[in-house]
């Protein structure tokens, strides 16, 4: 059965030039002679907007990163007023850390007696 599969598909991968015709009679004898024409100009179109889409995105890709024009980039506005003369954090020397007891003993609620 396996044998007769794989033959099956290695008759099918080798199409020449005789096989095409008999394929082009049979859908002849299908569709009739009205709407071949009709058939072709609907496969043409396809292919034609396959490519142009195709087309499309390989320009998309390669302008991807291709930018025209940079922006102007400017420092946004303050929102909170600066005051004068005020140290900054980089002049403020850090805390130095609590006793860990301390902090815990801190934390824990008071009991009530």
């Excluded at 569709?31 to 889409?53: D, S």
């Amino acid at each position: 059965m396996f044998g007769l599969v794989m033959s099956l598909l290695a008759m099918l991968s080798n199409f020449g030039g005789p096989d095409l015709i008999i394929i082009l009679l049979i859908v002849l004898v299908l569709f009739g002679a009205k709407k071949l024409p009709e058939l072709a100009r609907g496969m043409g179109q396809a292919v034609k907007e396959f490519q142009k889409a195709k087309d499309e995105f390989t320009d998309e890709l390669h302008n991807a990163g291709k930018t025209a024009e940079k922006p102007d980039v400017r420092a946004a506005d303050a929102t909170v007023p600066r005051i004068e003369n005020a140290p900054t954090a980089r002049e403020i020397p850090p805390t130095p850390p609590r006793d860990e007891t301390l902090r815990a003993a801190e934390e824990r609620p008071a009991r009530e007696v």
